[in-house]
Antibody, heavy 120, light 109 residues
């Protein structure tokens, strides 16, 4: 069965960086994109960007351009999302999702989420 | 425009039918997908494409679309359907970014 397993919770100081991992299993990793979505406390879902696990091509939301880097390691079927220059309003749960970019564009599987807390 | 608009809250009596709507220009070109999220959990895909349900999603969930509006209908709402619901689609920008609606809190009375 398809699973996306994310790394554990992080606490960071303002200005620092965080790197969240997402290990995929149960399908051919390079056959789907991975999107990252975050959710601030009590707020809605916010799409951050996507990466092709096939060729590494990225597509970032305007709000995160210059501050986010998404990568993959096909040898371990793992996707990574690094966010730099953290601010308090980056405190959120970060989800990785399998992105069906060649079908109906839905997010059919989700990781369990990683809480990133930014606090001095 | 890259925005999707949802009503913040909707309520339905147990066993009745409820429709949750999502409006946005991108819906003229892309189907919406719909996600159910319960407190402390990751979102779950419930409807995608023209009206497709992933395995394990009850058939009381259905989707439809007309013009710039997509709808999620729950026919015979159950107590366990109480949750937040989010619509999503690609937007009409050259890079085909993704966008979510603000979410609808469904209360089952």
């Amino acid at each position: 069965q398809v699973q996306l397993v994310q790394s554990g919770a992080e606490v960071k100081k303002p200005g620092a960086s965080v790197k969240v991992s997402c290990r995929a299993s149960g399908y051919s990793f390079t056959s789907h994109d991975i999107s990252w979505v975050r959710q601030a406390p009590g707020q809605g879902l916010e799409w951050m960007g996507r990466i092709s696990a096939y060729n590494g091509h990225t597509n970032y939301a305007q709000e995160f351009q210059g501050r986010v880097t998404m990568t993959t390691d096909t040898s371990t079927s793992t996707a990574f999302m690094e966010l730099r220059s953290l601010r308090s309003d980056d405190t959120a749960v970060y989800f990785c999702t399998r992105d069906d970019s060649s079908g109906w564009y839905e997010f059919d599987y989700w990781g369990q989420g990683t809480l990133v807390t930014v606090s001095s | 425009s890259s925005e999707l608009t949802q009503d913040p809250a909707v309520s339905v009596a147990l066993g009745q039918t409820v429709r949750i709507t999502c409006q946005g220009d991108s819906l003229r070109n892309y189907y919406a997908s719909w996600y159910q999220q319960k407190p402390g959990q990751a979102p779950v895909l419930v409807i995608y494409g023209e009206n497709n349900r992933p395995s394990g999603i009850p058939d009381r969930f259905s989707g439809s679309s007309s013009g710039n509006t997509a709808s999620l209908t729950i026919t015979g709402a159950q107590a366990e359907d109480e949750a937040d619901y989010y619509c999503h689609s690609r937007d009409s920008s050259p890079n085909h970014h993704s966008v979510f609606g603000g979410g609808t809190k469904l209360t089952v009375l």
